[in-house]
T-cell receptor, first 114, second 109 residues
Framework: GAVVSQHPSRVICKSGTSVKIECRSL??????MFWYRQFPKQSLMLMATSNEGSKATYEQGVEKDKFLINHASLTLSTLTVTSAHPEDSSFYIC??????????FGPGTRLTVT | SQQGEEDPQALSIQEGENATMNCSYK?????LQWYRQNSGRGLVHLIL?????REKHSGRLRVTLDTSKKSSSLLITASRAADTASYFC?????????FGQGTELSVKP
């Protein structure tokens, strides 16, 4: 089956620093990837849609300058949280859509900003 | 908000009982999907029902979809302690999956 990986699975960073999260489709090509954020005891909120070779489309209320998304290849999208603050601490989940329009989710990255 | 609503928010039952969770949404959809998430873990895809389908079964899972009422239900029969998790519906809205608020299910042995 289609597998999506995320790296790292957990990261702790200091306030003011930037952190990069990778999302890879391991055995299929994904022209579109999605980034979600999930706070404790809450649902997944779609942050942005990442399209290979073009700019990401951000959902309303998501700061594009703070959450930088790069989808440089058909198997890799990265999310960079810039100048992270404690309120950015969350569970970040990516998904990748294959050519058949099926979406597959990564295992998530838990970000803690101290 | 594009998010739909799910009820109940939390459900506690005994092993062997059935669990029913409901999901409502606001816009037209291509399909509706149900996912399970164990605490602090990733999502597990359970079942997908297309907009032209009314009911679908998979093992102990039964999903219904009523597009006129913009609602869906997930029934888990003969529940087990291992079914304890959060359950989310997600609607495919123009290729984007929008998740409902979720139901936290607790199955007591």
């Amino acid at each position: 089956g289609a597998v999506v990986s995320q790296h790292p699975s957990r990261v702790i960073c200091k306030s003011g620093t930037s952190v990069k999260i990778e999302c890879r489709s391991l055995d299929f090509q994904a022209t579109t990837m999605f980034w979600y954020r999930q706070f404790p005891k809450q649902s997944l909120m779609l942050m942005a849609t990442s399209n290979e070779g073009s700019k990401a489309t951000y959902e309303q209320g998501v700061e594009k300058d703070k959450f930088l998304i790069n989808h440089a290849s058909l198997t890799l999208s990265t999310l960079t949280v810039t100048s992270a603050h404690p309120e950015d601490s969350s569970f970040y989940i990516c998904s990748a859509r294959d050519l058949g329009y099926e979406q597959y989710f990564g295992p998530g990255t838990r970000l803690t900003v101290t | 908000s594009q998010q739909g609503e799910e009820d109940p928010q939390a459900l506690s039952i005994q092993e062997g009982e059935n669990a029913t969770m409901n999901c409502s949404y606001k816009t037209s959809i291509n399909n509706l999907q149900w996912y399970r998430q164990n605490s602090g873990r990733g999502l597990v895809h359970l079942i997908l029902i297309r907009s032209n389908e009314r009911e679908k079964h998979s093992g102990r899972l039964r999903v219904t979809l009523d597009t006129s009422k913009k609602s869906s239900s997930l029934l888990i029969t003969a529940s087990r302690a291992a079914d304890t998790a959060s359950y989310f519906c997600a609607t495919d809205q123009g290729g984007k999956l929008i998740f409902g608020q979720g139901t936290e299910l607790s199955v007591k042995p």
